[in-house]
């Protein structure tokens, strides 16, 4: 005989909240486990591919280790070593740039040379904040990174996660498949294929998304002549995922960038803008709809809410489970809704007088079976 109700609710939330708990408890040991999860999950259909094409599992996984090293190899050869040399300058020009800004304003805004000024006096104020707590504050930054990701073990860990899981990926969902409560279990993998297709639409199309935007804001950036161009590409590129923030971040750094650059020069102030503007275009009406599609079923106020909650509740890890976990609960959303659109509680009066004004046709009898009349041979005269 089924659980009751009440008994499976009972245990599913027990079992939802010690996986919270450990996520809060554990959260930076965590970290590696769940980025060479996600990438294990983002590369499977991959090595299902080439499954059918005739190689083996471990065939499979091997040569797809063996592109992303090479992968990686390049990155760092051709584009890593730029880009760090790029923010690593940004940084240290922020001192000096407040000092800039500060005497570029003075020079087109003669009035704010009052002394008793309360704009003068803002700016003042904030030039000796940022002057003296930058190092304090950028070393603050590296400190607690450092301390969250373990930079070594992160990079040593990962990929060797991301190998095993993918290799073993099929037989670890055979596994789960097979631990199903018997009569649940249809329900269970209908909902978990539902909510493999959001998260294979959302994350799979919006990687491609963000790689897209990346490329275009860096390399149209640095071909428009601004000043530490990858740096703001590679920024706006990654936070595109994030509704509405990869636009407004990178927009607003790029063009605060072109004003102090390019002041005066309002067709060069203006091509910046123009390359967000083309970006936004491009993104909402190509990239976004054919990679992503309309039915993921993550709404952009959804998704920053639950990146917003999780993040400041589990930190990194928190934002990192933000989108499967916002997924699964709008899955699980539409099911219970589903469900009480069928029941007696929504329907009430209706669906019973329903079943009471259709009652259920008899089954017809049985028809006899007709005997065959066997011919009895002529006895000979």
Known sequence: MALPTSYQV????????????????????????????AIAYFLDPVADRLERLGLSRIAATALISLAALLLVILLVLAVIPTLAAQLTALVNSAPDSAKKLQSFLLERFPDLADSTS????????????????????????????LGLISIVLFIV????????????????VAKIDGMLPLDH???????AREIDAVLAGFVRGQVSVCLALGTFYAVALMAAGLQFGLVVGAIAGAITFIPYIGSLVGGTLAIGLALFQFWGDWLQIG???????????????????????????????????????????????????????????????????????????????????AQTASPPIPAEAPKPRRS???????SGA
Do not use: C
């Open 372 to 378: 065959r009349k066997v011919a009895k041979p002529d």
């Open 185 to 191: 279990a249809p329900t269970v993998r209908r909902l």
């Open 157 to 172: 860990v990962v990929p060797v996660v991301a190998f095993y899981l993918l290799l073993d990926w099929d037989d670890m």
């Open 271 to 353: 091509i910046i803008a123009a390359i967000f503007a083309v970006g936004q275009f491009v993104e909402g009406n190509i990239l976004t709809p054919r990679l992503v599609g309309k039915s993921v079923g993550l709404h952009p106020v959804w998704l920053l809410f639950a990146l917003s909650a999780f993040g400041t509740v589990f930190g990194f890890v928190g934002m990192l489970i933000a989108v499967p976990v916002a997924a699964s609960i709008g899955v699980l959303t539409r099911f219970a809704f589903e469900q009480y659109r069928a029941s007696l509680l929504y329907q009430g009066k209706t669906a019973l007088a």
């Open 118 to 145: 309360t704009i003068r006096q803002t700016l003042a104020k904030i030039g000796a904040v940022i002057q003296e707590r930058w190092a304090v504050l950028a070393e603050s930054v590296l400190s607690s990174a």
């Open 10 to 37: 009972r245990y599913w939330g027990i079992a939802a909240l010690v996986f919270f708990l450990l996520i809060w408890a554990l959260g930076d040991v965590l970290l590696p486990f769940i980025v060479g999860g």
